[in-house]
């Protein structure tokens, strides 16, 4: 039996995850993120990194998807207009910032049909070309930072986060969150770090799931509750006293940053054409 695993297909598709998220993943896996980190992915806990190797998925071949027939372009179109709540989310399961000339390609063929949300760590940078297209298209571009990031990683991200506001853009601070312990000297400068984090506007809460046998949690420096996620319980790194939504996203006010928009809405009219093997026709 091969139990090599196999890439990622290169086909666009869309998604509507447990949670009434609609995905666009122009991007799926992490070439990056892996060799930044190991095959656990960012802070060994990516979710997307584990459930790509219970499918037997090589997470570490970031694979660019395309569209290539018509058919499949309609298709496209018509999950994307009828999405739940309103919006599309490209980042999920692979970092966009591996394809930045594909991704403004998709949010601006996508654009008119709902508010486009992008989630990056930006291990490649943008052009300021990249970031001004997708400004126009109205896109809320999380950039995914955490107390727990590299140095150099935080403040290259920081500066992408101000950058895009720079720009007009809708520039959202995705705050990957932990309940630190603080009578750790570690626990209390990397709690520092991320309540100052937690201070941008607009910033995300986003709690970091854990396993109890996670390094974090076995070293004292995390501390652990068991939450309802959905259907299930789970063990999050989540303060007593947090108030952050972890339900269904039809019951979020944040939505990935399109509850938080506060400028008009910019996105294009439909296009009279149709995006596919990198053209439009």
């Known amino acids: 039996m091969n139990s090599t695993p196999r890439p990622y ?3 666009l598709t869309v998604d509507i995850n447990q949670k009434g998220v609609l995905d666009v993943d122009v991007v799926k896996g992490c070439t990056a993120g892996i060799a930044a980190h190991g095959e656990r992915g960012c802070y060994q806990a990516c979710y997307a990194a584990t459930i790509a190797k219970f499918r037997g998925i ?3 071949r970031a694979i660019i998807r395309r569209v290539y027939g018509r058919a499949q372009a309609k298709q496209i179109e018509r999950a994307v207009k009828a999405a739940p709540l309103g919006f599309f989310r490209i980042g999920t399961m692979g970092d966009p910032c591996h394809a930045w000339d594909e991704t403004v390609e998709t949010v601006e063929w996508l654009a008119p049909y709902a508010v486009p949300i992008i989630i990056t760590k930006h291990w490649k940078r943008a052009s300021d070309d990249h970031l001004r297209r997708l400004a126009a298209c109205g896109t809320a571009i999380n950039t995914s930072v955490s ?3 590299d140095p150099k990683h935080l403040a290259r991200r920081m500066t992408e986060i ?3 506001a720079d720009m007009g853009g809708t520039s959202v601070a995705r705050v990957v969150s932990c309940d630190f312990n603080s009578a ?8 520092d770090v ?5 201070a941008l506007r607009p ?3 986003n709690p970091l799931r854990l396993p109890s046998t996670h390094a974090l949690v076995r070293s004292g420096l995390v501390r652990l509750r068991k939450v309802k996620d959905l259907t299930s319980v789970r063990t999050i790194s989540i303060s007593p006293d947090s108030r952050t939504y972890l339900g269904h996203c039809s019951g979020c006010t944040d939505l990935c940053g ?3 928009l506060d400028k008009p809405d910019v996105r294009p009219e439909p296009p009279q054409r149709t995006l596919f093997n990198g053209a439009f026709f």
């Open 258 to 260: 399109a509850g938080l």
């Open 58 to 60: 090589d997470f570490s």
């Open 9 to 11: 297909g290169n086909w």
């Open 147 to 149: 107390a727990m990031d």
């Open 162 to 164: 101000h950058r895009y």
């Open 194 to 198: 991320q309540r100052r984090l937690l």
């Open 203 to 205: 910033s995300i809460d």
């Open 184 to 191: 750790d000297p570690v626990g209390e400068k990397m709690a």
